[in-house]
């Protein structure tokens, strides 16, 4: 299994400051995404952080409130941006291994986001 | 609009006992899988199922998947306090890999 590690684990920031959160991989993967849990309720896909490039955002989501970087095939950021208490969630890094007839998907532990 | 609805939305038996789980989803999927939560910490993934599979195994769990209804359930076994946890179910349409949609989430409490 990949083992996933995410920074910070928690934060608690301000109304209208940036929060900039890493994934790191033990190993090199295909697919990287970023998801949002909103307090209580379920996940929901972000974008693809794709290597070298910019990355793929889901419909809701925007470049310029969770930019998003990916230098590398073990590593990337998710900002948020210019923060409201609307935003307070957790967020997960996820990596995807796509191997001949399977593929294996991975979660971070998160990263629990307060903004007051 | 979320893919999948599960029910029920809240579970809570004894231990010992079976606890089962449903997910339906709207649309073609190529997989549907199923992930564990701890008190709001990182997925687990349980078990995956494929689109031409029916029913899948693994320890404990029991996974079914009936295509034609759009619909999978979730199977504990002999359920542990150790069990108590947020289930969801996730979809992957095409070849979307790793682009996963997934349901409310079942709260599940496992009583000593």
């Known amino acids: 299994s990949a083992v996933i590690s995410q920074k910070p684990s928690r934060d608690i920031c301000q109304r209208g400051t940036s929060l900039t959160i890493q994934c790191q991989v033990d190993s090199q993967v295909t697919m990287m995404f970023w998801y949002r849990q909103q307090p209580g309720q379920s996940l929901t896909l972000i974008a693809t952080?794709?290597?070298?490039?910019?990355?793929?955002?889901e419909s809701g989501f925007v470049i310029d409130k969770f930019p998003i970087s990916r230098p590398n095939l073990t590593f990337s950021t998710l900002t948020v941006s210019n923060m409201s208490p609307e935003d307070s969630s957790i967020y997960l890094c996820?990596?995807?291994?796509?191997?001949?007839?399977?593929?294996?998907?991975?979660f971070g532990p998160g990263t629990r986001l307060t903004v007051l | 609009s979320q893919q999948g609805e599960e029910d029920p939305q809240a579970l809570s038996i004894q231990e010992g006992e079976n606890a089962t789980m449903n997910c339906s989803y709207k649309?073609?999927?190529?997989?549907l899988q199923w992930y564990r939560q701890n008190s709001g910490r990182g997925l687990v993934h349980l078990i995956l199922i494929r689109s031409n599979e029916r029913e899948k195994h693994s320890g404990r769990l029991r996974v079914t998947l009936d295509t034609s209804k759009k619909s999978s359930s979730l199977l504990i076994t002999a359920s542990r306090a150790a069990d108590t946890a947020s289930y969801f179910c996730?979809?992957?349409?095409?070849?979307?890999?790793?682009?996963?949609?997934f349901g409310q989430g079942t709260i599940l409490t496992v009583h000593p």
């Open positions: 649309t073609s999927i190529n997989n």
């Open positions: 996730a979809t992957v349409g095409g070849t979307s890999y790793g682009k996963l949609t």
């Open positions: 952080a794709n290597q070298g490039s910019e990355a793929t955002y």
């Open positions: 996820s990596v995807v291994r796509v191997l001949a007839g399977a593929d294996e998907q991975f």
